[in-house]
């Protein structure tokens, strides 16, 4: 894929979930063949921990706020190794990044209702 916008389309079934797993190192390769390739070098070994993308069905808990969410997240992972301050300076990072500061202390609330009326 080339930098930029990139879209993966198909019916449902066809691989594209399994695609994005294998590329962001959450599947096992037991099984696989072919190899990922960053900018035309394997990834390191702590690749799975410094990327990812949102699955479709990925759930917040609407019991905690946009920054304990994210502390939620963090804990599950990134390694052990990154102190407690790393991890706060990245979450205070990404909340900015997404321009959610503003709602840092607000309760995450899902509303299928909404979600309906946006497609």
């Not at 294998?22 to 390739?37: C, H, I, M, N, T």
């Not at 960053?38 to 993308?53: M, R, T, W």
């Amino acid at each position: 894929m080339r930098p930029g916008l990139n879209a993966i389309l198909g019916p449902s079934g066809c691989g594209k979930s399994s695609l994005l797993d294998v590329l962001a190192a959450r599947k096992d390769p037991q099984g696989l063949s072919g190899e990922v390739l960053l900018g035309g070098v394997p990834p390191d070994a702590n690749f799975k921990y410094i990327s990812g993308y949102v699955v479709q069905d990925d759930v917040v808990m609407g019991t905690l706020t946009v920054k304990e969410n994210m502390q939620f997240s963090a804990a599950l992972r990134l390694p052990s190794t990154v102190t407690k301050k790393e991890k706060n300076e990245r979450i205070n990072k990404v909340i900015k990044e997404l321009g959610l500061t503003k709602v840092i202390d607000s309760k995450v609330i899902f509303n299928a209702a909404y979600c309906d009326a946006m497609s």
